[in-house]
């Protein structure tokens, strides 16, 4: 059973970069044919995806953050992890990693496991 | 980007009632298309993939359907922890949208 964790500062001040790191366990990050993903949820809000990685190093991004977003993966350490940079208040959310795997009868790729998420304030 | 639109945002609904939830694409998106349910303070858990594949585990008394554009997610006999917000997302093409939302509320 995959398990996802999230970790990092609960609190980023404005224009900082914010820092968060999944740590993956009951499966290897390097597998082949899915990827890793972030998901974000404003408050009381719906969700948005961030971005995902493969665990080559290949990434691809939501195109409304992807002048600021960096997404990364350390294998050794079966992790993957997010920065955002020039953050605002708007970015206050609770961040999700998740795992994006495929159904291989049809090639539907879908969120099947979910971190608990981290709760990100932008505040002074 | 494709647009996600769920109707109705919210619902009211009574235990064993047949709920039905809509989903509509902006554009076509073949079968590629997954709900999710969420409750209060915890991550979405996948209910259907691919537009009517249980996910493993799931009760099947959720099903799901359609194709292209509608997309319909069904409940057949709502159980007190079904009450909850169900989200569709579309996986044909980056970036990977969801809906807004179904609020499901007990009458």
């Known amino acids: 059973q995959v398990q996802l964790q999230e970790s990092g500062p609960g609190l980023v001040k404005p224009s900082q970069t914010l820092s968060l790191t999944c740590t993956v366990s009951?499966?290897?990050?390097?597998?082949?044919?899915?990827?890793w993903s972030w998901v974000r949820q404003h408050p009381g809000r719906g969700l948005e995806w961030i971005g995902n990685?493969?665990?080559?190093?290949?990434?691809s991004y939501n195109p409304s953050l992807k002048s600021r977003v960096t997404v990364s993966v350390d294998t050794s350490k079966n992790q993957f992890s997010l920065k955002l940079s020039s953050v605002t208040a708007a970015d206050t959310a609770v961040y999700y990693c998740?795992?994006?795997?495929?159904?291989?009868?049809?090639?539907?790729?879908?969120?099947?496991?979910w971190g608990q998420g981290s709760l990100v304030t932008v505040s002074a | 980007d494709i647009q996600m639109t769920q109707s109705p945002s919210s619902l009211s609904a009574s235990v064993g009632d047949r709920v039905t939830i809509t989903c509509r694409a902006s554009?076509?998106?073949?079968?590629?298309l997954n709900w999710y349910q969420q409750k209060p303070g915890k991550a979405p858990k996948l209910l259907i993939y691919?537009?009517?594949s249980l996910q493993s585990g799931v009760p099947s008394r959720f099903s799901g359907s359609g194709s292209r554009t509608d997309f319909t997610l069904t409940i057949s006999s709502l159980q007190p922890e079904d009450f909850a917000t169900y989200y569709c997302?579309?996986?044909?093409?980056?970036?990977?949208?969801f809906g807004q939302g179904a609020k499901l509320e007990i009458k």
């Open positions: 554009q076509s998106i073949s079968i590629y």
């Open positions: 009951g499966d290897s990050i390097s597998s082949d044919g899915y990827y």
């Open positions: 990685i493969y665990y080559s190093g290949s990434t």
């Open positions: 997302q579309q996986s044909f093409s980056a970036p990977y949208t």
């Open positions: 691919a537009a009517s």
């Open positions: 998740a795992r994006y795997y495929p159904d291989r009868s049809t090639s539907c790729y879908f969120f099947d496991s």
